[in-house]
């Protein structure tokens, strides 16, 4: 298990603390863009760079994660198939699942990254 990077945003009227790989990975859109402006008004420029090198890192461990699963749905093909003599065995749809909610959050985190690179802080 890793350490959760940690987002702060001081701001006039309180704080935010934000863990990058559970609020990136799943908030939706408006949330996400929100929050931004706000950080956009009130974080330095090493922030952002902070923030941009930990969507990085957490859009990794999501591709990582799905190449792994790659090869582990291959594999379990592989001996189904070997021992069954089928061509093609349909895994279990809770996998697939898993995988699509890797996938958009590894997508979530790409879109918020693209949005932070555009974006201008003056704080």
Known sequence: MTDKAIFRVNHPTGSYEIVVSEFFGT???TKIKKLLR??????????QADLL???TTE???CVKALDKLDV????QQQVISDF???AQYR???ILNGTIRAIAR?????????NLVTKARWVG
């Open 84 to 86: 069954f003599g089928l």
């Open 27 to 29: 908030a939706d859109k």
């Open 38 to 47: 706000i950080a956009a008004q009130h974080c330095t420029e090493a922030q």
């Open 91 to 93: 895994g279990l749809d």
């Open 105 to 113: 959050r590894r997508d979530k985190l790409m879109w918020t990254r």
């Open 59 to 61: 859009h990794d461990r």
């Open 53 to 55: 090198r930990d969507l």
């Open 72 to 75: 582990l749905i291959a594999e």
